[in-house]
C-alpha cells in the first residue's frame, strides 16, 4: 500500500477524528493513529513529533500492540474495555439428591452428571474435584458427603496431594461389614417399612433413631444410608408408598362390604 496515492482532507480529518475521540476517547485514538501511521511506514521520530507523543512512548506503544493486540490502546486499570473480549460466564453448578442417585447439574440445566448412591468414592472425588475447582460450595458438598465443613476441606487437601487413594475409607467396620450382619438388615428392612407406611418418608437420621429405640442397634446415619442404596430400597420408596396406601384402602373397602 503506498500511502502516497491517497488524498486527505484535513476537514473530514478533523471531524472523524473528533467523532471517534468522543465514542473511544482522546488518548485511545491517539495510540490508534500512531500505530496506524507506523504501520504506513512513518518513522518514530515523525510520529513522535507529529502527535507530539514522547520518542520512548511511541516505541512502547508499538511493541504493546504488537504483543497484546488492540487491547495495548486502552488503559489497562478502565473497567470498561471496547477491545477486550467480554469475560466468560461463570459456570454454577448445584446439587440435587435423588433416590437412586446425587445429580450435578449447571444452572442453565445445559448438562448434568448422576452419581449412583451407591457410589461412595466416586460421590467423594467427584464432589472434591469440584470443590478444589471452585465449582461448588463446601457447605453443599459436606452435607452431600454427610461431613462436617472442616473434614471436607481436609479431604480436598488429601485428594490434592496422595489421590484417590488417600480418601479411600479404610475402616474395618465398612471393610468387613461387621455391623451390619443379616440380622441387622433385617431389621433395617422392617424399620424401612414400618417409617415408608407410618410416616410416608424416611431418612438416615430417622432410620437411626427409631432402629436405636426399637432394637438398641447404634448404626450411623451414613452406613445406614449405603445400605438402603446397597439393597435397592430407595428405589422403590414411592411404589411402595403407594401399595401400602393402596393396600389399606383395600382393607378398609373390604371391612366396610363384611
Known amino acids: 500500500m503506498n500511502s502516497e496515492n491517497l488524498t486527505f482532507s484535513q476537514r473530514l480529518s478533523d471531524k472523524?477524528?473528533?467523532?471517534?475521540?468522543?465514542?473511544?476517547?482522546?488518548?485511545?485514538?491517539?495510540?490508534?493513529?500512531g500505530y496506524a501511521l507506523?504501520?504506513?511506514?512513518?518513522?518514530r521520530s515523525r510520529i513522535s513529533s507529529s502527535l507530539n507523543m514522547a520518542p520512548g512512548s511511541v516505541r512502547s506503544l508499538i511493541l504493546?500492540?504488537?504483543?497484546?493486540?488492540?487491547?495495548?490502546?486502552?488503559?489497562?486499570?478502565?473497567?470498561?474495555?471496547?477491545?477486550?473480549?467480554p469475560p466468560s460466564p461463570l459456570i454454577t453448578l448445584a446439587l440435587e439428591a435423588r433416590e437412586d442417585c446425587l445429580r450435578v447439574k449447571s444452572g442453565s440445566e445445559n448438562f448434568?452428571?448422576?452419581?449412583?448412591?451407591?457410589?461412595?468414592?466416586?460421590?467423594?472425588?467427584?464432589?472434591?474435584?469440584?470443590l478444589q475447582n471452585g465449582l461448588l460450595k463446601q457447605s453443599e458438598v459436606a452435607e452431600a458427603l454427610n461431613l462436617s465443613q472442616?473434614?471436607?476441606?481436609?479431604l480436598v487437601d488429601i485428594l490434592q496431594r496422595k489421590d484417590v487413594k488417600g480418601i479411600i475409607d479404610r475402616r474395618h467396620g465398612q471393610k468387613n461389614d461387621y455391623r451390619f450382619t443379616p440380622d441387622v438388615k433385617?431389621?433395617?428392612?422392617?424399620?424401612?417399612?414400618?417409617?415408608?407406611?407410618?410416616?410416608?418418608?424416611?431418612?438416615?437420621?430417622?432410620?437411626?433413631?427409631?432402629?436405636?429405640?426399637?432394637?438398641?442397634?447404634?448404626?450411623?446415619p451414613?452406613?445406614?444410608?449405603?445400605?438402603?442404596?446397597?439393597?435397592?430400597?430407595?428405589?422403590?420408596?414411592?411404589?411402595?408408598?403407594?401399595?401400602?396406601?393402596?393396600?389399606?384402602?383395600?382393607?378398609?373397602?373390604?371391612?366396610?362390604?363384611?
Open 16 to 33: 472523524r477524528i473528533t467523532q471517534a475521540n468522543d465514542l473511544l476517547g482522546v488518548k485511545v485514538i491517539q495510540k490508534l493513529i
Open 38 to 43: 507506523f504501520l504506513l511506514g512513518a518513522t
Open 64 to 85: 504493546s500492540v504488537n504483543r497484546k493486540g488492540l487491547p495495548a490502546l486502552e488503559d489497562q486499570r478502565s473497567k470498561i474495555s471496547y477491545f477486550r473480549p
Open 112 to 130: 448434568q452428571i448422576d452419581i449412583p448412591a451407591s457410589n461412595i468414592v466416586q460421590k467423594k472425588v467427584i464432589l472434591l474435584t469440584l
Open 150 to 154: 472442616d473434614r471436607t476441606g481436609k
Open 186 to 220: 433385617a431389621e433395617l428392612i422392617q424399620q424401612f417399612v414400618i417409617d415408608i407406611y407410618t410416616q410416608g418418608k424416611t431418612s438416615g437420621e430417622q432410620l437411626a433413631l427409631h432402629l436405636n429405640q426399637r432394637c438398641e442397634l447404634v448404626l450411623s
Open 222 to 258: 451414613r452406613s445406614i444410608l449405603h445400605h438402603l442404596s446397597a439393597l435397592g430400597l430407595n428405589r422403590i420408596k414411592t411404589s411402595l408408598l403407594a401399595n401400602l396406601t393402596e393396600l389399606k384402602k383395600n382393607s378398609e373397602y373390604i371391612k366396610m362390604e363384611a
